[in-house]
T-cell receptor, first 111, second 113 residues
Framework: GESVGLHLPTLSVQEGDNSIINCAYS??????FIWYKQESGKGPQFIID?????DKRQGQRVTVLLNKTVKHLSLQIAATQPGDSAVYFC??????????FGKGTHLIIQP | DAGVIQSPRHEVTEMGQEVTLRCKPI?????LFWYRQTMMRGLELLIY????????DSGMPEDRFSAKMPNASFSTLKIQPSEPRDSAVYFC???????????FGDGTRLSIL
């Protein structure tokens, strides 16, 4: 899950296993949610987004789940690969505003 | 397709100097965002533009920071005078429209000595 402060939470999974990264968001009025992947030395890369009128959306090997009741967002990555190693950020937004990012989770894929 | 292009990729300068960061958004995108990323504070929105007009600059740290978007294909973020605490990675992102994903450049790593 997300954390506040210097230390990024770390999730370590075996290659081929499924990963679940969790995120708690703060603004109940947010109507748009998005997951980004950031590799070292690069900018955040869009993975998948979901609007508040949905509770699940699937992409290629990824699924985002949204629980508005408890303000919780998760990213599921199926059959993780070494290239999935990165920091993953959730972000919330709404209207014309910019995004508010969580602090990130470091995903490590073990061979 | 070209993504968001930022320059320079790295900048090292002495405190007190003026720093100018540049961004070319994706063609056809009408919103542009400037973010700052540090270990302490994560990714923070500094300012954003819709159709070249600044909409919200409440994230700009202080008057030493300024941003302009003279046309739809170019924006600058200027720090004058720079201070060591401005050291961070600065990202530019652009978006096509409301509730569309923002696409980020690879950032400018700024070090103020």
């Amino acid at each position: 899950g997300e954390s506040v402060g210097l230390h990024l939470p770390t999730l370590s999974v075996q290659e081929g296993d499924n990963s679940i990264i969790n995120c708690a968001y703060s603004n109940s009025a947010s109507d748009y949610f998005i997951w980004y992947k950031q590799e070292s030395g690069k900018g955040p890369q869009f993975i998948i987004d979901i609007r508040s009128n949905m509770d699940k959306r699937q992409g290629q090997r990824v699924t985002v789940l949204l629980n508005k009741t408890v303000k919780h967002l998760s990213l599921q990555i199926a059959a993780t690969q070494p290239g999935d190693s990165a920091v993953y950020f959730c972000a919330e937004g709404g209207g014309a505003d910019g995004l508010t990012f969580g602090k990130g989770t470091h995903l490590i894929i073990q061979p | 397709d070209a993504g968001v292009i930022q320059s320079p990729r790295h900048e090292v300068t002495e405190m007190g100097q003026e720093v100018t960061l540049r961004c070319k958004p994706i063609s056809g995108h009408n919103s542009l965002f400037w973010y700052r990323q540090t270990m302490m504070r994560g990714l923070e929105l500094l300012i954003y533009f819709n159709n070249n007009v600044p909409i919200d600059d409440s994230g700009m740290p202080e008057d030493r920071f300024s941003a302009k978007m003279p046309n739809a294909s170019f924006s600058t973020l200027k720090i004058q005078p720079s201070e060591p605490r401005d050291s961070a990675v600065y990202f530019c992102a652009s978006r096509k429209g409301h509730n569309q994903p923002q696409h980020f450049g690879d950032g400018t790593r700024l070090s103020i000595l």
